[in-house]
DNA sequence: GTGCTGACACAGG
DNA sequence: ACCTGTGCCAGCA
């Protein structure tokens, strides 16, 4: 047949691939903002990130990619406080608030070292 | 084709 | 600190 049928996996959009890439590159206790990796990946926009988180998103760690103000993803609060707790997040916590990523010292520039 | 929606970001008030 | 409007851009009805 003049057809591969190599086809192990769904076809995931090569962009979708790039974004989770980037994703799973995020060390424990750091985040990125999506419009940190659309900028890293010099592609696309944060909509289209969080388009990709949206539909992907739960192959990867996705608690490491947030909204650039610090917020938790609504829905979704307690599963990602419960991981930044134990790797260790810089987080605020104000007394009767709801918590916040430190987004001075959480974020991630992409850079190793 | 047009218009609305969305795991966004930023500037104002 | 919170809310609102605007810009952005791909996907979908």
Not at 82 to 107: I, K, N, V
């Amino acid at each position: 047949m003049g057809r591969m049928e190599n086809q192990e996996l769904p076809e995931l959009p090569a962009y979708a691939e790039r974004v989770l890439q980037v994703a799973e590159q995020i060390p424990p206790s750091r985040v990125m903002t999506y419009g940190d990796v659309a900028e890293w990946l010099g592609e696309g926009g944060p909509r289209q990130v969080g388009r990709v988180m949206a539909l992907y998103g739960s192959s990867v760690p996705w608690w490491r990619v947030v909204r650039a103000d610090g917020t938790l993803l609504p829905g979704h609060e307690h599963r990602a406080l419960g991981h930044y707790r134990a790797e260790g997040t810089p987080l605020r916590e104000p007394e009767g608030g709801p918590a916040r990523l430190d987004m001075r010292r959480a974020r991630w520039d992409g850079t190793d070292g």
